[in-house]
């Protein structure tokens, strides 16, 4: 038998199921519940959740966000010298709600952190990586943000843990 391939699975029937495999699939994988945030070229605040996010390198530290190339806050933050990328934690479903607002509305009656650090901070956040814009990369529909850790607010003893899995909040919590 020379040029055939063998399979025992057929073949998908058009091109968005194995998308929508690949999305089900990902569903399963438990991933950090993350609040991205900046400021525009205006000097408005901007900000999005994220979950597609990781640590990429210890020297120098170095912290990546997958971002969405269709959110209206994809350029802003492409756009931004800096960001800051909030931890979240048991308790913090609310600001992920907010921040799944009309990007105009996600700021309102949100605490900033008073200090001056080129990217919005969320008062209320219990841990935050101060990041500067490393390298900017292409994936697919998603452009990935590389920042190079500037700074970490807060303990990571009390921080994160609100996670994503099958579509729903769950918390990854130690005693």
């Given amino acids: 038998?020379?040029?055939?391939?063998?399979?025992?699975?057929?073949?998908p029937s058009t091109a968005t199921e194995?998308?929508?495999?690949?999305?089900?699939?990902?569903?399963?994988?438990?991933?950090?519940?993350t609040i991205v945030t900046c400021y525009d070229?205006?000097?408005?605040?901007?900000?999005?959740?994220?979950?597609a996010v990781t640590s990429l390198s210890l020297t120098p530290p170095l912290f990546l966000v997958c971002i969405d190339r269709g959110s209206r806050t994809h350029d802003a933050l492409i756009g931004s010298d800096a960001f800051a990328v909030h931890l979240?934690?048991?308790?913090?479903?609310?600001?992920?709600?907010?921040?799944?607002?009309?990007?105009?509305?996600?700021?309102?009656?949100?605490?900033?952190?008073?200090?001056?650090h080129p990217a919005p901070v969320l008062r209320d956040v219990t841990l935050t990586l101060r990041?500067?814009?490393?390298d900017i990369l292409e994936g697919g529909d998603h452009t990935i943000l590389v920042g190079r850790v500037t700074g970490v607010d807060g303990e990571s003893a009390h921080g994160?843990?609100?996670?994503?899995?099958?579509?729903?909040?769950?918390?990854a919590r130690r005693p």
């Fill in 160 to 171: 994160g843990g609100l996670i994503w899995h099958r579509r729903g909040f769950a918390h």
């Fill in 18 to 33: 194995p998308a929508e495999a690949f999305r089900a699939a990902m569903s399963a994988l438990a991933a950090p519940v």
């Fill in 41 to 51: 070229d205006r000097g408005m605040p901007r900000g999005l959740t994220a979950s």
């Fill in 1 to 11: 038998m020379t040029g055939t391939l063998l399979t025992s699975q057929p073949a």
């Fill in 131 to 134: 990041c500067v814009r490393h």
């Fill in 88 to 116: 979240l934690g048991p308790g913090d479903e609310y600001l992920v709600r907010r921040f799944m607002r009309p990007a105009e509305q996600r700021f309102d009656d949100v605490a900033l952190a008073a200090d001056a």
